[in-house]
């Protein structure tokens, strides 16, 4: 089973990236999934999370009206759009699967993580 992220890189501050997570191994088409990011010498964070329908997403106050998390159950793949992005975005990112209940922006309610992707933003 992996989760295999892509699309990161090196951007300048107010551009744009797109983040892709796709499944492999198992169908995750019915769980809801989230991106975290890490940066470094700080803890994991709560980036975004969509349900499994995609009809209900959540954002961390630090990304709203900039991130939008968006995923295709055909592909088994979501998706973070970032814009607008800053210095302090620079982190590795990580899209992440539940298959419980939990709080969405609590990393302990993901069971599956993906490798982490850098993005880097310079000024």
């Known amino acids: 089973v992996q989760l295999v992220e892509s699309g990161g890189g090196l951007v300048q501050a107010g551009g744009s990236l797109r983040l892709s997570c796709a499944a492999s191994?198992?169908?995750?088409?019915?769980?809801?999934k989230g991106w975290f990011r890490q940066a470094p010498g700080k803890e994991r964070e709560f980036v975004a999370a969509i349900s499994w329908s995609g009809g209900r997403t959540y954002y961390a106050d630090s990304v709203k009206g900039r991130f939008t998390i968006s995923r295709d159950n055909v592909k088994d793949t979501v998706y973070l759009q970032m814009n607008a992005l800053k210095p302090e975005d620079t982190a590795i990112y990580y899209c992440?699967?539940?298959?419980?209940?939990?709080?969405?922006?609590?990393?302990?309610?993901?069971?599956?993580w993906g490798q982490g992707t850098q993005i880097t933003v310079s000024s």
């Open positions: 191994g198992r169908t995750f088409s019915n769980y809801a």
């Open positions: 992440a699967v539940a298959t419980g209940w939990g709080p969405r922006e609590k990393s302990a309610s993901y069971d599956y």
